[in-house]
């Protein structure tokens, strides 16, 4: 990488979604800037991981930056609500944290904004996930427009662009899109409720779609879990 690269953010959760796309974006030609968020999540092992991704990946500046979404609650991941875990049923389930991708965009929109960044990562994906609004495409593009008119830069005719490489895959293409890419899949995170000793649960949503996708791309899931899946 050169100075003469563009510069790209990347939200970097620790899961699997998001270390493809900020993969992505290097092979794309782009700097690094990951962005992780500690909001107080259950799953707080996440974190652990994309400290583990952002420096696999060379980023050259990783920001865990603290914001407590329990203060707020009303998700099984920032309030006293069990995970679900008999399987991905129908609608938005107690998982999905309120406005959580729109929250962390701005974030990752005043960085981008303040370091010269015209791209954003995301790795929001609409086929196989757990019916979240805020991973749709629509919800993108509204993004998008709400950058070009929110900020100096865009009303300045430099708008920004929110990246969503992984938006029309299956997770068996991401899991695909991830070995391609030659990356360690085992170093992300997915477990909404982790299990003692560390391990993934096995049983919550994010568990099950990750064994999916790595039993239908037919590649050895690198995922220790407390119950198979």
Known sequence: MTDQQPLAVALVSGGLDSMIAAARAREEGYRLLALSIDYNQRHRLELAAARRIAASLGAERHIVLPMDLSAFGGSALTDDIAVPKTGVGEGIPVTYVPARNTIFLSLALGWAEAAGARDLYIGVNALDYSGYPDCRPEFIAAFEGLAELATKAGVEGE????RAPLQDMTKADIVREGT??????????????PAAGGLHCGLCDSCR????????AGIADPTVYATQP
């Open 209 to 216: 779609l990750r064994a999916k996708g790595f039993a239908d």
């Open 159 to 162: 708008p920004f662009r929110i």
């Open 180 to 193: 391609r890419l030659g990356l360690d899949l085992g170093m992300s995170w997915s477990c909404y409720d």
